[in-house]
């Protein structure tokens, strides 16, 4: 199945995982954070809601074998959330404000960087979840 003809599924998860987030199965969940990456990369994450589940999407890219991407956002945390990663994209971004704007951008470069260049592994990993999972399915 494509990611396209997955796309009512994703939907439906997209709904419930904004609506009732801890009735997402652990394979839906996976999905639910783990998209949201591969179209917006890893700075999206904290500039939206993404980064309000930043513990979980850690454990989901463990869980599909992404470590290097696991370590890119635990330093990224460790950095600018030393107190852990604040809920909501305002609080992010005061956070963010604490640090000098040339050291920032050039870590986001860094950082999407080599995102970037593994993405399309991760999307594809993914897609391989969706499909053993049954996840597309209507």
Request: proline share 4%; hydrophobic share 35%; glycine share 6%.
């Amino acid at each position: 199945m494509t990611r396209e003809e997955a796309q009512p599924a994703w939907e439906r998860i997209v709904n419930l995982g904004f609506s009732d987030y801890n009735k997402l199965t652990r394979e839906q969940r996976v999905w639910f954070n783990v998209e949201p990456l591969t179209t917006g990369g890893l700075w999206d994450h904290y500039m939206n809601h993404g980064a309000d589940k930043n513990l979980d999407t850690i454990e989901d890219l463990e869980y599909l074998g992404f470590h290097s991407i696991v370590n890119q956002l635990n330093e990224f945390n460790r950095i600018y959330f030393p107190s852990g990663v604040p809920q909501g994209p305002n609080a992010r971004q005061a956070q963010f404000e604490k640090f000098p704007e040339e050291q920032l951008q050039k870590h986001i470069e860094e950082m999407d960087d080599k995102f970037w260049g593994i993405c399309s592994y991760l999307e594809n990993t993914l897609l391989e979840h969706i499909n053993k999972a049954e996840l597309g399915i209507e």
